[in-house]
């Protein structure tokens, strides 16, 4: 019923939209905005409409102000839903269609969002595939079907499948479109990053949630991990990467890591979260960062987290020349961005409190990779505590925090944890469990560390 309910939405969505001539897409800056905005463009321009698109960090009076002095129809995805008020006050909102999947302010007659229709917008369908659903029901019918596999890019880089190790609820209905059109397969594999482009030791030795000792941020007992279950490292002089592994070579590798984790107390659900689904783009070339949706999606946001977002929407439109050449330099500046964040932790040294440990990059780490540097600095840092980051930006200090599937299993929320810190000192944060982030004024990290460490202590012991 619900779903019937959603799916009319999304047909007189797109009736409405096809009413207009001109329309303006304003999306999202990160892989679930960049991969929506890519949809309801090509949508337009295959039905023949004139369109622009224009991305923004989070819709705030000043840039809806301009939106809104543009004059032509705006299309906002994967933001929108939390700003209606914003919207109708600057006359909009009659002029707009929304297909966002954040917590609306209310159900609206031209809004596409999950919760209004009684499914879960961070579990069951991102902004992407909300977007998605519109534009099937955009000019002939069938003409967009293709889209869905772009649509599971967006997903996939808003961690939806990463809970169950797979896309849950109405996520999976446009997989099944996906996979009925051929443009997208679904297989049964590891779910650590960079079975298609990376040499296997070095996506062991990168994998740090879960944390497999002796052999994260270990290339020597990655390496020996392997050549002490008799797998080649290299065929032909070329490093051998997941995808050209056997299937036997997988099992094995797979259960040598299992039973590492075992050895070392894991629990059951980190095991069983190693292995899942993975999205292999079949229209995209075997190797590349293209076919695999996990890959695909850290590419737009290598592209997006340097301000290059536009690059990065013009490989979701198609572009296999230039704009693919570029993204794929960027993405290997970001890993070397991340090689050098980590190299700085280790110089300056982590800080250990009570519940809590946390370094300060000041400038020498962007605000925008902070977070992911915090994350992999798991691994020569303390398991049982999250790991707080703080970076000077323009807005005052940027602070990320993560924390590992184990923690949040033993209560560590750290979204809430920040949002009541920051609120404190005057700053504002959220986010999810085991990733969030604030921004608080600067001078406040200590005041902010000590209310935090409380806070953690309480749900640690709850
Ligand atoms: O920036 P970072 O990668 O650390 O962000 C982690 C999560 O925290 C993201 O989901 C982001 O949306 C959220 N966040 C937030 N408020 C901030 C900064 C980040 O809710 N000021
Ligand atoms: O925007 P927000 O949702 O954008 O942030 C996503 C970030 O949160 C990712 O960059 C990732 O580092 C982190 N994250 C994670 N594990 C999860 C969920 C989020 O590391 N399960
Ligand atoms: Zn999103």
Redesign the pocket.
Known sequence: MALRDLLNRAKELAKHISEVDEALVVTHI?ADGITAGAIALQALERAGFESDIVFVKQLDEENIEKIADHGSFVWFTDLGSGQLDLIKKHGIHSQCAISDHHVPLENFQFQLNPHDFGFDGSTELSGATTTYLIARYIGFVGTNLDLSALSVVGAVG??QD??TGRLEGLNRFILKEAVSCKALTVERDLRFFGKQTRPVYKMLEYTF?PYLPGISGNEKGAIELLTSLGIDLKENGTWRHWIHLSREEKKLVISEIIKVLVGNGASVRTIERIVGETYILLNEEEGTELRDAMEFSTLL?ATARYGYEEIGLKVCMGDRGDALKEATMLLRNHRRNLSDGLKLVDEIGMNELENIQYFHAGNMILDTIV??VA?MSFSKANLNKPIIAFAENEDGIKVSA?AT?RLVEKGVHLAEALRIAAEKVGGKGG??S??A?ATIPKGSEDAFLKELDGIIGAQLRN
């Open positions: 990160d808003d961690l990463s809970r949630d946001n977070g992911i994350g993560r599937q986010g999810h085991i990733a982030g």
